[in-house]
């Protein structure tokens, strides 16, 4: 079974500063898909980023990037230029490439803090 | 907009009385699934439904059973609810294709007395 580990439970940043988010997995596969969810105070969970484990290049969404590294198995977000709006609960997640019918595996997340 | 609605945002509810979650997306997604969010433990999966009548068992589905009788609906049933069973619930749809994202409701905060 496939784990996700995110070891910062909080983080704290002051605002326009940027921030990274750790994110590490398990898995035997080869082939899967990475996610970086967030959930704000209001609890509408939505997708921020994603990777596909055999695309090399790091995914980038706006001030939103990764740092895929697949023989280390770690998956890490990093926020730039941080706003307010950034404060939340983020989740890393992965998911198996076969079927498509499967859930997602979620680490416990990491909620963060921006500082004004 | 892909929108996903569950029927309650809160519930309260006894010890042994039968539960219903229900969930509703209206994207035509094939794939449905029900989590459980705790505090220090992120989202665990419960079921998941790929298909109309079908379903699948997730990490956690001790005390919990499902039912998909429409493509849009995808109801979470607790046989008997227990104190242990009070949680956040989020349902969440998407496309079959593993890359295609999941989209989440807006949960529903269940508390078991």
């Known amino acids: 079974a496939q784990t996700v580990t995110q070891s910062q439970p909080e983080m704290s940043v002051q605002e326009a500063e940027t921030v990274t988010l750790s994110c590490t997995y398990d898995t035997s596969e080869s082939d899967y898909y990475l996610f970086w969810y967030k959930q704000p105070p209001s609890r509408q969970m939505i997708l921020v980023i994603r990777?596909?484990?055999?695309?090399?290049q790091n995914a980038t969404e706006n001030r939103f990037s990764v740092n895929f590294q697949k023989a280390a198995k770690s998956f890490s977000l990093k926020i730039s230029d941080s706003q307010l709006g950034d404060a939340a609960m983020y989740f890393c997640?992965?998911?198996?490439?076969?079927?498509?019918?499967?859930?997602?595996?979620f680490g416990k997340g990491t909620h963060l803090i921006i500082q004004p | 907009d892909v929108k996903v609605t569950q029927s309650s945002r809160y519930l309260v509810k006894r010890t042994g009385e039968k539960v219903f979650l229900e969930c509703v997306q209206d994207m035509d997604h094939e794939n449905m699934f029900w989590y459980r969010q705790d505090p220090g433990l992120g989202l665990r999966l419960i079921y998941f439904?790929?298909?109309?009548?079908?379903?699948e068992k997730g990490d956690i589905p001790e005390g919990y059973s499902v039912s998909r009788e429409k493509k849009e609906r995808f109801s979470l049933i607790l046989e008997s609810a227990s104190t242990n069973q009070t949680s956040m619930y989020l349902c969440?749809?998407?496309?079959?294709?593993?890359?295609?994202?999941?989209?989440f409701g807006p949960g529903t905060r269940l508390t078991v007395l």
């Open positions: 439904s790929y298909d109309v009548k079908m379903k």
């Open positions: 990777q596909e484990a055999y695309k090399q």
């Open positions: 969440a749809s998407g496309l079959r294709s593993s890359y295609n994202e999941q989209f």
């Open positions: 997640a992965y998911r198996t490439s076969g079927g498509g019918a499967d859930g997602l595996t």
